[in-house]
């Protein structure tokens, strides 16, 4: 089955650890993109690629980073710079076009221990 | 820049009710409109869209039409169920761009 795959489900980071969220994608989407779902506050986005080996920050890319090194994957880092990690975090993948719909994964709650 | 704000829940219902979301937004250009959905502990399923003025768009009893004179999005359904409480979100893509902008999102639950 196509689709997006984002592991761990639970993640706990202890102070200053950096912690890497995976995402893995099986559509051949040129498009990959993170966000942050926190309560009441809808998705922000943290950081988006287009294509390989290429990406741009979004709303909130402070205390995160990102690669592309393979069409499919698109981890993200959360940094020690992050003082509050504490979310649930989305990856997203989407064909190219204005009107491309984004399939997204089931998400990762980061939780600080 | 773009944005779009949809109306603040949550929202209670008993089944069978009519269901109304409100959502307007900003933008410079002619972006394409999204609702999607967010049931309890998984991602975002994409529940209907519009790309242009006046297109309606439509799925699983849910109408959403593009209105560019209000710059509105509002999402309706005459008849819930319980299986359709969830979160929902309105969204933009500007035409020039392939980042999608989301509202706060709206919880809606569902009496039986």
């Known amino acids: 089955d196509g689709g997006i795959t984002q592991s761990p489900k639970y993640l706990f980071r202890k102070e200053g650890q950096n912690v890497t969220l995976s995402c893995e994608q099986n559509l051949n989407h040129d498009a990959m993109y993170w966000y942050r779902q926190d309560p009441g506050q809808g998705l922000r986005l943290i950081y988006y690629s287009q294509i390989v080996n290429d990406f741009q920050k979004g709303d909130i890319a402070e205390g995160y980073s990102v690669s592309r090194e393979k069409k499919e994957s698109f981890p993200l880092t959360v940094t020690s710079a992050q003082k509050n990690p504490t979310a649930f975090y989305l990856c997203a993948s989407s064909s190219t076009g204005g009107s491309q719909k984004l399939f997204f994964g089931s998400g990762t709650q980061l939780s600080v221990l | 820049g773009d944005s779009v704000t949809q109306m603040e829940g949550p929202v209670t219902l008993s089944e069978e009710a009519f269901l109304t979301i409100n959502c307007t937004y900003t933008a410079t250009g002619y972006p394409s409109l999204f609702w999607y959905v967010q049931y309890p502990g998984e991602g975002l399923q994409l529940l209907l869209k519009?790309?242009?003025?006046?297109d309606k768009g439509s799925n699983k009893g849910f109408e959403a039409t593009y209105r560019k004179e209000t710059t509105s999005f509002h999402l309706e359904k005459g008849s819930v169920q319980v299986s359709d409480s969830a979160v929902y979100f309105c969204a933009l893509r500007d035409a020039n761009d392939y980042k999608l902008s989301f509202g706060a999102g709206t919880t809606v639950t569902v009496r039986a």
């Open positions: 519009a790309t242009k003025a006046d």
